[in-house]
DNA sequence: CAAGAGAAAGACAGGTCATTCCATTTGGGG
DNA sequence: CCCCAAATGGAATGACCTGTCTTTCTCTTG
């Protein structure tokens, strides 16, 4: 069970698209990191355009699977909230961190349908997952999740501009607030 | 009192630059745009970065002086709360909002100085806004302002990428929940 | 009128971009 | 061992990028 090309190519790609920004990473750039040839680049994604959809959708399942992990270490709805915040906040606290890529992605490819597509199917399901914390919790009413995911990308958004992790921190305060309200 | 070459540069370059995006944008387009020559443009503007900031920059001034604008037309703080969430709503329920500018030069420009420190001097300025705005309602601390900007952020980073103007008037309901709720 | 400044138009340099194509080598399954 | 598909290195494409520079033209001001 060895890693694909595909993989292997989604891996180095990612990295630079993330930390540099897709159109500042060309793919001349990926096949010298890759060691990989041109062809077989365009063998594995027929255009740039699919290789950052493929890396979007990549990112978008490993969020996915980071945030149910954190939800599978504590049992009770608002000490997962704490850890998702909490553990934004490590990740935010380190010089790497821009912020979120899909709104990055979205910056720079806006016209892109593929990678709008991605992108608002990984904000749904994040959303998603604030709903069903709250459900969990007792609560009927959409709009206090609703409010959550709010923080939760308001947090991302600051931190990708400002880079001061504590905004995190200020945000997971008002998320439990808000929870804390919404409980019946 | 003609406008001045540079202010005519800068607003069909700032058009173009928030529209499609500044990487997306080159010196050769904005130049046809503005049927100006390219050794003007650059008389005007060093570097295209230059141009950037200058962009940010208008940008800055023009959105701040529109916040104080709402914050003169009602007294009450609260109303005043309101307003700007009303008023980001009917921006944002346009096909032509793409989000909060100085978001979208970060996340293109991220390495550049100056685009960054723009960025950051009119995040800095919104939230002390909010800031002024929690003290005259009687609130000493600063974490429920900081909460506002968390949510002011969060929906104009949602709204950037689901294009949905409905984030706004979610996030409008909380703040003004956690403005009532911080009231002496 | 003269002179000089600023602007227009566009050629040019030196890169980089995504993408295609080709000739050659490699590696694994029958 | 042989064959074929995949991978390789690299050249070629045509478009676009920022930034410089030259030349011509049109003002304004003395």
Same mark, same amino acid.
């Given at each position: 069970?060895?890693?694909?090309?595909?993989?292997?190519?989604?891996?180095?790609? &990612?990295?630079?698209?993330?930390?540099?920004?897709?159109?500042?990473? &060309?793919?001349?750039?990926?096949?010298?990191?890759?060691?990989?040839?041109?062809?077989?680049?365009?063998?594995?994604? #027929?255009?740039?355009?699919?290789?950052?959809?493929?890396?979007?959708?990549?990112?978008?399942?490993? *969020?996915? @699977?980071?945030?149910?992990?954190?939800?599978?270490? *504590?049992?009770?709805?608002?000490?997962? =909230?704490?850890?998702?915040?909490?553990?934004?906040?490590?990740?935010?606290?380190? #010089?790497?961190? @821009?912020?979120?890529? +899909?709104?990055?992605?979205?910056?720079?490819?806006?016209?892109?349908?593929?990678?709008?597509?991605?992108?608002?199917?990984?904000?749904?399901?994040?959303?998603?997952? +604030?709903?069903?914390?709250?459900?969990?919790?007792?609560?009927?009413?959409?709009?206090?999740?609703?409010?959550?995911?709010?923080?939760?990308?308001?947090? =991302?958004?600051? *931190?990708? *501009? &400002?880079?001061?992790?504590?905004?995190?921190?200020?945000?997971?305060?008002?998320?439990?607030?808000?929870?804390?309200?919404?409980? #019946?």
């Amino acid at each position: 069970m060895k890693a694909s090309i595909s993989d292997h190519i989604l891996a180095s790609a &990612g990295a630079l698209f993330y930390r540099e920004g897709i159109r500042a990473v &060309g793919i001349d750039r990926i096949i010298e990191e890759t060691k990989v040839a041109k062809a077989t680049l365009y063998r594995h994604f #027929p255009s740039k355009d699919h290789l950052v959809a493929a890396y979007l959708h990549d990112r978008h399942e490993r *969020v996915i @699977r980071s945030l149910e992990e954190v939800l599978n270490e *504590v049992p009770r709805p608002r000490d997962q =909230l704490n850890l998702i915040f909490e553990r934004l906040h490590e990740k935010a606290d380190s #010089p790497e961190f @821009r912020g979120c890529a +899909f709104a990055l992605a979205v910056a720079e490819h806006g016209d892109s349908e593929r990678v709008v597509t991605v992108a608002r199917a990984h904000k749904a399901a994040v959303s998603r997952m +604030f709903g069903a914390l709250m459900e969990r919790a007792g609560v009927e009413t959409a709009q206090p999740a609703a409010h959550l995911s709010l923080l939760y990308e308001g947090a =991302l958004a600051t *931190v990708a *501009v &400002g880079r001061d992790p504590q905004a995190v921190l200020t945000a997971r305060e008002c998320a439990l607030f808000v929870f804390d309200a919404a409980r #019946p």
